[in-house]
């Protein structure tokens, strides 16, 4: 079960905790934890495997009962992964958990030793102290529909990058095979013709000339191929091969360049099923009650909105939307020092592929005479510089979402910069 992360305010002063906190540094291999009780330093070693996990966290809640707590909190911070196991096997104990920032922990090991080296013994202090003052994230599992959204949205970037991987590979090939070829990257990669060339040829210009005007035309025409991108095929191919290569190099190219092609169609073909699927989990989510979000024309596509949703969680977790946008790294810093008062900054904490995806939502919106186009125009016209303009609209996109999902209303757009009264 996958964690992340968001603001914790559970515990506040004139609140006491009856649970034990134990602090604990997760690496690949091996878990170091420590806790404290009246100023007595309680710590151990184990191995991160799971029959360990178990044995010595029964252990620390047997010690919890008996030294007068209700039970254990784990606290760590998190560590590519490596914590995940730990996690689930405190929440199926009746642990609680939680998470605190790595960039804390970082600094704050200058604060509790005075030394900013860094070990697998000092962490775990380090982490306590943190918890100590109540610096903690709310470890928040996702489950069901909310944790096959969130795996499938990251295997969707994946997919995405591994096609621009192909592609741009493809196109380092075609300066040594084609380089004379005349066509677009549309005509390249969304073509039929193309495929045509890639599996006679291998896009190989060589190959197409020797092949003859006449089979060369021959076996195109029996693929769908039109005349006149025939005839342009083969003036550029001619242009080509004005300065030859070596026939072998080029064979040799040509059959990268089909191996290519035939990976870019699998990851094609997966990245459509992907977001079907993904489409069909929210449409699930809908039936059951746990979002009251949809896909409108004029602000979010089906699809889009399931990214969305795949990197917030649920919305009715989050008591105000500035903790939305703290979650999500969109809330704004100050920037100043003395006299020196700079222009406040995007934090850029929280999950990055949440900012990537909303950057991708608002990207249409943006145009004149769209949703948010006026909006962003005036902003750039004040003198606002687009990364800016970009976030700001990000920032009353996510709100403006945020209100759909709790209000239960439906989109008006005629209300997004509109108040009722």
Same mark, same amino acid.
């Given at each position: 079960?996958?964690? $992340?992360?968001?603001? !914790?305010?559970?515990?506040?002063?004139? /609140?006491?905790?009856?649970?034990?906190?134990?602090?604990?540094?997760?690496?690949? +291999?091996?878990?170091?934890?420590?806790?404290?009780?009246?100023?007595?330093?309680?710590?151990?070693?184990?191995?991160?495997?799971?029959?360990?996990?178990?044995?010595?966290?029964?252990?620390?809640?047997?010690?919890?009962?008996?030294?007068?707590? #209700?039970?254990?909190?784990?606290?760590?911070?998190?560590? &590519?992964?490596?914590?995940?196991?730990?996690?689930?096997?405190?929440?199926?104990?009746?642990? =609680?958990?939680?998470?605190?920032?790595?960039?804390?922990?970082? +600094?704050?090991?200058?604060?509790? #030793?005075?030394?900013?080296?860094?070990?697998?013994?000092?962490?775990?202090?380090?982490?306590?102290?943190?918890?100590?003052?109540?610096?903690?994230?709310?470890?928040?599992?996702?489950?069901?529909?909310? *944790?096959?959204?969130?795996?499938? !949205?990251?295997?969707?970037?994946? @997919?995405?990058?591994?096609?621009?991987?192909?592609?741009?590979? $493809?196109?380092?090939?075609?300066?040594?095979?084609?380089?004379?070829?005349?066509?677009? +990257?549309?005509?390249?990669?969304?073509?039929?013709?193309?495929?045509?060339?890639?599996?006679?040829?291998?896009?190989?210009?060589?190959?197409?000339?020797?092949?003859?005007?006449?089979?060369?035309?021959?076996?195109?025409?029996?693929?769908?191929?039109?005349?006149?991108?025939?005839?342009?095929?083969?003036?550029?191919?001619?242009?080509?091969? @004005?300065?030859? =290569?070596?026939?072998?190099?080029?064979?040799? %190219?040509?059959?990268?360049?089909?191996?290519?092609?035939?990976?870019?169609?699998?990851?094609?073909?997966?990245?459509?099923?992907?977001?079907?699927?993904? $489409?069909?989990?929210?449409?699930?989510?809908?039936?059951?009650?746990?979002?009251?979000?949809?896909?409108?024309?004029? %602000?979010?596509?089906?699809?889009?909105?399931?990214?969305?949703?795949?990197?917030? &969680?649920?919305? /009715?977790?989050?008591?105000?939307?500035?903790? *939305?946008?703290?979650? &999500?790294?969109?809330? *704004?810093?100050?920037?100043?020092?003395?006299?020196?008062?700079?222009?406040?900054? /995007? =934090?850029?904490?929280?999950?990055?592929?949440?900012?990537?995806? *909303?950057? /991708?939502?608002?990207? +249409?919106?943006?145009?004149?005479?769209? %949703?948010?186009?006026?909006?962003?125009?005036?902003?750039?016209?004040?003198?606002?510089? &687009?990364?800016?303009?970009?976030?700001?609209?990000?920032?009353?996109?996510?709100?403006?979402?945020?209100?759909?999902?709790?209000?239960?209303? =439906?989109?008006?757009?005629?209300?997004?910069?509109?108040?009722?009264?």
């Amino acid at each position: 079960m996958k964690t $992340i992360m968001m603001l !914790n305010d559970r515990t506040r002063a004139g /609140q006491p905790e009856t649970r034990w906190d134990i602090a604990v540094d997760v690496g690949q +291999k091996a878990l170091d934890w420590y806790g404290e009780v009246a100023g007595k330093a309680h710590q151990g070693h184990i191995a991160n495997r799971s029959e360990a996990i178990l044995a010595c966290l029964e252990q620390l809640k047997a010690e919890a009962l008996r030294l007068g707590f #209700s039970g254990v909190r784990i606290i760590c911070e998190p560590t &590519g992964g490596y914590e995940r196991r730990m996690l689930r096997a405190a929440r199926q104990l009746g642990c =609680a958990t939680a998470l605190v920032n790595g960039e804390a922990v970082n +600094k704050m090991q200058v604060v509790e #030793s005075n030394d900013t080296g860094k070990s697998d013994t000092k962490d775990p202090r380090t982490i306590l102290l943190l918890a100590k003052w109540n610096k903690t994230l709310t470890d928040r599992p996702l489950a069901d529909e909310w *944790l096959l959204l969130r795996e499938l !949205n990251a295997r969707y970037d994946r @997919l995405e990058r591994d096609s621009t991987r192909c592609k741009n590979r $493809i196109h380092k090939l075609l300066i040594s095979v084609f380089p004379d070829l005349s066509f677009k +990257k549309d005509w390249l990669f969304d073509s039929r013709a193309a495929e045509a060339v890639v599996e006679l040829y291998g896009l190989n210009a060589a190959a197409l000339i020797a092949d003859g005007r006449e089979r060369c035309t021959s076996k195109l025409r029996r693929r769908h191929v039109g005349p006149k991108t025939i005839g342009r095929l083969w003036a550029d191919a001619q242009r080509t091969l @004005l300065i030859p =290569a070596d026939p072998a190099w080029l064979e040799l %190219l040509g059959e990268d360049v089909r191996a290519l092609y035939a990976e870019l169609a699998v990851l094609r073909t997966r990245r459509q099923a992907t977001r079907e699927h993904m $489409i069909a989990l929210v449409e699930r989510l809908h039936a059951r009650g746990a979002t009251r979000l949809h896909a409108h024309a004029d %602000l979010i596509s089906p699809f889009m909105l399931a990214r969305v949703l795949a990197e917030t &969680g649920p919305l /009715q977790d989050f008591p105000n939307f500035r903790q *939305l946008w703290r979650y &999500g790294g969109l809330n *704004l810093r100050p920037h100043q020092s003395g006299a020196m008062k700079g222009q406040p900054r /995007q =934090a850029k904490r929280g999950r990055a592929r949440l900012r990537h995806v *909303l950057a /991708q939502a608002i990207l +249409k919106r943006v145009v004149h005479g769209q %949703l948010y186009g006026e909006y962003y125009h005036r902003k750039r016209d004040a003198g606002m510089c &687009g990364g800016k303009a970009m976030t700001a609209v990000a920032r009353k996109f996510l709100k403006l979402l945020y209100g759909l999902e709790h209000s239960a209303t =439906a989109f008006n757009p005629q209300r997004v910069f509109q108040s009722a009264a």
